[in-house]
Structure formats: structure tokens, C-alpha cells
């Protein structure tokens, strides 16, 4: 066998690396700005879900909630059982969608739901606004007509940043009073309870729960809203 100038690895001194402190988990597991891949994918990939413990505490939730990207056309990244029975849409099916995908329907007039969305817009375009509560002509997925009491605020990293955006779906043109003021009670619990579980992913919820003035009104409203689907004209 010919001479080798190549050194033998063998022959090489080892040189352990230092043993370097673990670094707390949301580090390990959040990037400025990274979309979250879904749950199965993030475990094919090895990596810890930042929202695992919100996934889990959504599929408890009694009410229907919603979570998506703060950016670009704020997609959904996480619905929940509940929002599948409010809106017939599996999550399979709304994953990557952006939500007005509730309101595309022919019978639904140009502008209606126009006070509404223009509420929405102030809300996503304008820091400051924490919160907004609205009510939207909505669809289900087999075309069932539903008046949606809509539910969102932010959830913003340590650094300020608005990195999810959090919402809650309510079929209000099917309720009475009592049934509104239960969701209201088990809402106001999921943004109590929602804190300490994002905390862990160094995120912060912000907003809180308005109630609404006048639930019966609210309702009557949202079903002569129903009764006038068909007719043109403006919400
Ligand atoms: C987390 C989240 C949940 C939403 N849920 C609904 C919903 O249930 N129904 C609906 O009509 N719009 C919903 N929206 C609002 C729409 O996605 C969209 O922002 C709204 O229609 C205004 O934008 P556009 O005028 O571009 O459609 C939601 C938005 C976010 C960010």
C-alpha cells in the first residue's frame, strides 16, 4: 500500500464539544416570522409544535375558535370541533384559507357585511386596535345561511410584534338570550385561560370581551338580517 500524507482519524486527538446549557423551549422553537407548519408535519420534522398545549386547549373549548397568520392574507393556521359544527367545514378544509371564504355565496348582496369588514380592516390595519366584535352574514359549507357573531383579538410575541390572530364564531341568529350569555361566559373563560397556555410560546393575548349591550335586540336584528337574505341591499 503506497504512503499517505492524509492523517489517520484515528490517530486524531478527540475534542468533545462543550457541553452547552439547553436553551429554554420557546427558543428552540420560535422564529421571528416562521409560518407554522401543520402539527403532523412539525412532528414528521422532529420539531416541537410552539401551539401544541393551544391546539389541545381549542379541541376542549366549548366554543368555536379560529387562529390565523398575522400576515399576508391571514390564513388559518388552527380551527377547532366547534368551529366545525358552527360552520360544516372540517379543518382540513379552511387550513391555508382566509375566513371570508364563510361569506362567498351568490345570494349574499354586494356590501352587505360591509360595516362589518370595514371594522375587521381597522382592526387588522390599526395597531392600537385590540379587539373587535361584529356580525357578518356567513355560510355554511352545504349553503346554510347563519348570522355570525365574530369574536378577534391579537396575540403579539415580547417584542410587540402581532404574530397571530386570535377569533371566536358564534351562530347569534339561531340563539336566544340565555344561550348567547353562556357563550359570552365561556368565551370570556377561553381568553382568561388562553394567556398562561401562549405564554409558554412567549406570546400574549390581547383584548377583552365586550359584552353585547343588547342581546335581545342583537338577535332579533341578526335574524330579520336572515329573513332578508335575498333582498338587495346593505348590513
Ligand atoms: C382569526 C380570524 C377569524 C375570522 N373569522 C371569520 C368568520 O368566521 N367569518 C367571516 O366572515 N370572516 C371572518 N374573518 C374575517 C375575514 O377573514 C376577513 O378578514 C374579512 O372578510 C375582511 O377582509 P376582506 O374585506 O378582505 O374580506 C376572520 C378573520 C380572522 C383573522
Redesign the pocket.
Known sequence: MPATSTPDPRAMPAFPAPALPPLPPQRRVMRPGARLPCAPAMRHMGVMDPLANLRDYFEKSPVAL???QAEGD?T?TMVNGRFGAV?GYAAAEVIGR???V??QDPRLPVGR?RAA?AR??AF?QIDRVANVRCV?V?FRKDGTPFV?L?Y?SKLRDLGGQVRF???S?FDISRAQPDLLADYDRDLGDALARIGPIVADSGLVVEGSLMSIANSAATIAQARFTLAHLDDAGTA
Open positions: 379560529s387562529l390565523a391571514y388559518l360552520t382566509n375566513c371570508r364563510l361569506q357585511n369588514r375587521i380592516h387588522l357578518l356567513n355570525n365574530l378577534m390572530l386570535f377569533g364564531q
